[in-house]
């Protein structure tokens, strides 16, 4: 089993630039895609950004791109989210997210492990 947790959200100004972290426990999550989602009130749970095993690859959702960056540092087990430029239309609670099998996936359904959730509001 892994154990996911996020932090680093709160009430951030349009503009800013807040981190999210993702610390995992049970299992290193070296050999696993892992990634964040977003959810909004009222709204599916989205794809924002993920990073490969191998090299740290990333792919990012075409809202977010170029604005935040996704890395790993997988002798701290946590995967961080970097959120520059921050938009009031950002607002949502983000997840991280484990994948066990290969390859990078955009759909919630490919993901295995789930955190509890951290809120972030872009305020105008």
């Known amino acids: 089993q892994v154990q996911l947790v996020e932090s680093g959200g709160g009430l951030v100004q349009a503009g800013g630039s807040p981190r999210l972290s993702c610390a995992a426990s049970g299992r290193t999550v070296s050999s696993y895609v892992m990634g964040w989602f977003r959810q909004a009130p009222g709204k599916e749970r989205e794809f924002v950004a993920a990073?490969?095993?191998?090299?740290?690859?990333?792919y990012y959702a075409d809202s977010v791109k170029g604005r935040f960056t996704i890395s790993r540092d997988n002798a701290k087990n946590t995967v961080y989210l970097q959120m520059n430029s921050l938009k009031p239309e950002d607002t949502a609670v983000y997840y991280c997210?484990?994948?066990?099998?290969?390859?990078?996936?955009?759909?919630?359904?490919?993901?295995?492990?789930w955190g509890q959730g951290t809120q972030v509001t872009g305020s105008s």
């Open positions: 997210a484990a994948r066990i099998g290969p390859g990078v996936v955009l759909i919630t359904n490919g993901y295995s492990y």
């Open positions: 990073i490969s095993t191998s090299r740290g690859g990333a």
